[in-house]
Protein backbone atom coordinates (compact mmCIF):
# COMPACT_ATOMS: atom_id res chain seq x y z
CA UNK A 1 0.00 0.00 0.00
CA UNK A 2 3.00 2.46 0.25
CA UNK A 3 4.60 2.02 -2.32
CA UNK A 4 1.16 2.98 -4.10
CA UNK A 5 1.12 6.24 -2.38
CA UNK A 6 4.75 7.25 -3.29
CA UNK A 7 3.72 5.87 -6.88
CA UNK A 8 0.68 8.32 -6.61
CA UNK A 9 2.78 11.58 -5.42
CA UNK A 10 5.94 10.43 -8.63
CA UNK A 11 2.48 10.96 -10.81
CA UNK A 12 1.47 14.14 -8.86
CA UNK A 13 4.83 15.93 -8.83
CA UNK A 14 5.27 14.80 -12.60
CA UNK A 15 2.15 16.31 -13.27
CA UNK A 16 3.58 19.56 -12.40
CA UNK A 17 6.88 19.59 -13.81
CA UNK A 18 4.58 19.35 -17.16
CA UNK A 19 2.46 22.30 -16.10
CA UNK A 20 -0.55 19.46 -16.71
CA UNK A 21 -3.21 21.50 -15.84
CA UNK A 22 -6.09 18.47 -16.18
CA UNK A 23 -3.44 15.83 -14.75
CA UNK A 24 -3.11 18.48 -11.43
CA UNK A 25 -6.92 18.85 -11.07
CA UNK A 26 -7.58 15.22 -11.33
CA UNK A 27 -5.09 14.69 -8.52
CA UNK A 28 -6.82 17.61 -5.87
CA UNK A 29 -9.78 16.72 -4.38
CA UNK A 30 -12.55 19.15 -4.36
CA UNK A 31 -12.01 19.50 -0.22
CA UNK A 32 -8.26 20.05 -0.95
CA UNK A 33 -6.50 22.37 1.21
CA UNK A 34 -2.84 23.47 1.55
CA UNK A 35 -2.04 24.19 5.06
CA UNK A 36 1.47 25.90 5.45
CA UNK A 37 3.01 27.26 8.63
CA UNK A 38 5.84 28.97 9.37
CA UNK A 39 8.16 28.89 12.15
CA UNK A 40 6.44 31.52 13.68
CA UNK A 41 3.22 30.31 13.87
CA UNK A 42 1.92 31.82 11.00
CA UNK A 43 -0.94 30.15 9.07
CA UNK A 44 -2.03 30.59 5.13
CA UNK A 45 -4.63 28.24 3.68
CA UNK A 46 -4.49 27.83 -0.18
CA UNK A 47 -7.58 26.06 -1.87
CA UNK A 48 -7.65 23.86 -4.63
CA UNK A 49 -8.87 26.89 -6.94
CA UNK A 50 -6.54 28.96 -5.98
CA UNK A 51 -4.04 26.30 -6.46
CA UNK A 52 -5.06 25.87 -9.93
CA UNK A 53 -5.04 29.51 -10.78
CA UNK A 54 -1.74 29.68 -9.72
CA UNK A 55 -1.03 27.22 -12.06
CA UNK A 56 -2.73 28.38 -14.99
CA UNK A 57 -0.63 31.65 -14.64
CA UNK A 58 2.30 29.72 -14.60
CA UNK A 59 1.52 27.93 -17.23
CA UNK A 60 0.28 31.05 -19.16
CA UNK A 61 3.82 33.23 -18.48
CA UNK A 62 5.57 29.99 -19.58
CA UNK A 63 6.92 29.13 -15.85
CA UNK A 64 6.72 25.88 -14.72
CA UNK A 65 7.56 23.87 -11.13
CA UNK A 66 10.88 23.19 -11.20
CA UNK A 67 11.67 19.77 -10.90
CA UNK A 68 11.48 17.36 -7.91
CA UNK A 69 14.27 14.90 -8.40
CA UNK A 70 14.86 15.69 -4.75
CA UNK A 71 12.00 14.45 -3.31
CA UNK A 72 12.20 11.74 -0.97
CA UNK A 73 9.76 9.95 1.05
CA UNK A 74 10.35 8.53 4.01
CA UNK A 75 6.90 7.84 5.59
CA UNK A 76 3.87 6.66 4.18
CA UNK A 77 0.85 4.90 5.79
CA UNK A 78 -3.07 4.22 5.52
CA UNK A 79 -5.59 4.18 7.77
CA UNK A 80 -9.04 3.87 6.76
CA UNK A 81 -10.32 5.25 3.86
CA UNK A 82 -6.81 7.50 3.57
CA UNK A 83 -3.17 8.24 3.43
CA UNK A 84 -0.17 9.71 4.29
CA UNK A 85 2.84 10.69 2.88
CA UNK A 86 5.52 12.21 4.55
CA UNK A 87 7.70 14.15 1.32
CA UNK A 88 11.29 15.54 1.92
CA UNK A 89 13.14 18.03 -0.41
CA UNK A 90 15.90 20.46 -0.20
CA UNK A 91 15.42 23.86 -1.16
CA UNK A 92 18.10 26.83 -0.23
CA UNK A 93 19.99 24.26 0.97
CA UNK A 94 17.94 23.59 3.78
CA UNK A 95 15.64 20.30 3.87
CA UNK A 96 11.77 20.73 3.83
CA UNK A 97 9.09 18.68 5.03
CA UNK A 98 5.61 18.08 3.68
CA UNK A 99 2.69 15.63 4.57
CA UNK A 100 -0.17 14.74 2.00
CA UNK A 101 -2.93 13.31 2.92
CA UNK A 102 -5.21 11.31 0.21
CA UNK A 103 -7.95 9.71 -0.24
CA UNK A 104 -8.32 6.29 -0.62
CA UNK A 105 -11.06 4.26 -2.93
CA UNK A 106 -10.93 0.57 -2.43
CA UNK A 107 -6.69 0.66 -1.39
CA UNK A 108 -5.59 2.86 -4.46
CA UNK A 109 -5.14 6.85 -3.71
CA UNK A 110 -6.88 8.92 -5.66
CA UNK A 111 -7.23 12.24 -4.45
CA UNK A 112 -5.42 14.83 -2.27
CA UNK A 113 -7.62 15.94 0.66
CA UNK A 114 -4.44 17.86 2.27
CA UNK A 115 -0.60 19.08 2.09
CA UNK A 116 0.99 20.56 4.90
CA UNK A 117 3.71 22.44 4.41
CA UNK A 118 6.48 23.10 6.73
CA UNK A 119 8.10 26.93 6.45
CA UNK A 120 10.69 29.09 7.78
CA UNK A 121 9.23 32.34 7.24
CA UNK A 122 5.40 33.00 5.12
CA UNK A 123 5.32 36.94 5.64
CA UNK A 124 6.31 36.84 1.71
CA UNK A 125 2.80 34.94 0.93
CA UNK A 126 0.75 36.32 3.45
CA UNK A 127 1.61 39.57 1.77
CA UNK A 128 0.94 38.21 -1.95
CA UNK A 129 -2.13 36.46 -0.58
CA UNK A 130 -3.43 40.21 1.26
CA UNK A 131 -2.72 42.15 -1.99
CA UNK A 132 -4.69 39.69 -4.16
CA UNK A 133 -7.67 40.02 -2.10
CA UNK A 134 -7.69 43.80 -2.43
CA UNK A 135 -7.78 43.39 -5.65
CA UNK A 136 -10.93 41.03 -5.80
CA UNK A 137 -12.66 43.58 -3.77
Not at 39 to 64: C, E, H, L, N, P
Not at 103 to 111: A, S, V, Y
Request: hydrophobic content about 45%; charged content about 25%.
Amino acid sequence: MEQLLVDAMRAYLAAGVAMDLDRLGACYDDEFQNLRVDQAGQVVTITKAQFMQRFADMKAQGKALEPADDATFPAATTFGDYGIVVMRRVKEGGPVMYAFVWRLRDGQPTTILRELSFEDDLTYLIKIMQAAQLQSV
